[in-house]
């Protein structure tokens, strides 16, 4: 089952980064997704296949209306 992941989500991965966190966001979608850890701000390049295996579970999602102006 494909969990459906939208720009800006929240996520938890199931390993945590070195820095200690383990919030994620997602900040490119397409065959691969980046995400960026929420404490340090490093990004990391994840295949789809292997990031929908790696999420625990989505933490917060973006208000809806709430981009740029």
Known sequence: MTVPFQLGDTVQLKKPHA??????VVIRMGMDIR??????GHSV????SRFE????K?????????GVQ
């Open 58 to 66: 989505i933490l917060a999602r973006p208000e809806p209306g709430g």
């Open 35 to 40: 995400v960026k850890c929420a404490r340090c």
């Open 53 to 56: 295996r790696l999420v625990r």
């Open 19 to 24: 820095c200690g966190a383990n919030e994620w």
């Open 45 to 48: 390049l994840i295949p789809r």
